[in-house]
């Protein structure tokens, strides 16, 4: 039957979003849930939950495995107020849902079964899928045309009406010969789901519940079932380590093409690693073999050179990075401030044009504007105990193969020789020096080779 009922827009529309995550994903062979396995630094539930909060979600019910507080917390941290049920019984997706029965109880106006182990689901596919609710039909499912439809599930058609999804090992021959596949995605009307949920029965070859027979079940009650087409990539399920690395590569791929399309120049986009949350500002330049970990942000123009690192770091622009350069947590570089290779930064702010061109560390620090640190300055920032502040004054000169020890405080444009072990402040304009002085021994180096000589005959 179809309703007669008037429907909401799907902006106007509640949207209960109910992800399973209670399998353990063995294949993994690992002592880590499988949905909290990382691509671009999310774990992958993180990726949908994100997803699922832009498409519109306005609550979400995650079904977890027993004793699984570490895939609870991580629902709770990409969407908070979420509800957590346990599913403490294996017996199919249909009884997992049904694990979130008191959620499904509170009523949403559309709900989306979601997985937490696929992870390139994009927003406006989750649109596309609650869009025919609004419509008046009563369930959605999302298919792919399948390049080798092994193993999926088959989708039985007549026209535009989705009749029913036929697992793989209950598919007859003609059946199994269907290129049109089961995505796993499915959208029901918030006032069948429940009702659709309780009459699925386990009579197949693995008994259990599968949610796949709502749709047959819908349409037998004369309720509209219709079909979301998606590209084959954006269902790719992760189960294994090279399934993984797959969902890897092809959103490595996505966000290399959303960052050139923004007007970034990847030299050799193949070879750049993005974070999900890097933020490239207009005509910045990346060369090869560049890795950014969680929390950068480089600003217009920037350069970071090749065989970089780069995590919780903010580069101004102008600003050049690299090659063979570190920036840790905490690394903040100026405007037109240079960090060459060798180098390696955590929480520090150098100053706009300052330049750390070599062999340096720097940590606990800040460098004023237009201060120069020579190759082979390392702030001696902790004592096994705590950690302490280095401060470097604008114009400041730092000689190279010197140890500043922390705390301490480096005037405007004071000077530091080269070799120093630097303990008490310098003022401003000051030289600061702490080494020993040299002495010369005029012909010594005759008498050592000398008596080494006699030494090795003997």
Known sequence: MTSTASFKTPSDRSCLAIVLAAGEGTRMNSGKPKVLHQVANRSMIGHVLS???????????????????????????????????????????????????????????????????????LAETFAKLRAPLARGAGLVAMGFEAQDPTGYGRFITSGDELLAIREHKDATEAEQAITLCNGGLMAIRGDLALSLLGRVENRNAKGEYYLTDIVEIAHGLGYRTAVAIVPEDEVHGVNDRAQLAAAERMIQDRLRQEVMASGVTLVAPETVFLSHDTRLGRDVVVEPHVVFGPGVVVEDGAVVHSFSHLEGARIAPGAGVGPFARLRPGASVGPKAKVGNFVEIKNTELGAGAKVSHLTYLGDASVGAGANIGAGTITCNYDGFGKYRTEIGEGA???????????????????????????????????????GRQIVKEDWAIAFREKAQAAKGK
Do not use: C, W, Y
């Not at 730092?398 to 008490?424: C, E, H, Q, R, Y």
């Open 51 to 121: 997803t699922l909060a832009k498409a519109g979600a306005t609550s979400v019910a995650a079904v977890v495995g027993p004793d699984r507080e570490d895939v609870a917390n991580e629902v709770r941290k990409g969407f908070p107020g979420a509800q957590i049920f346990v599913q403490r019984d294996r017996l199919g997706t249909a009884h997992a849902v049904l694990s979130a029965r008191d959620a499904l109880e509170q009523g949403a106006d559309d709900v989306i079964v979601a997985f937490g182990d696929t992870p390139l689901v």
């Open 397 to 435: 000169f730092i000689g190279s193969n010197s140890s500043l020890v922390a705390p301490i405080t480096i005037g405007k444009g004071a000077f530091v020789g080269s070799g120093s072990v630097i303990t008490d402040d310098i003022p401003d304009d000051a030289l600061g020096l702490g080494r």
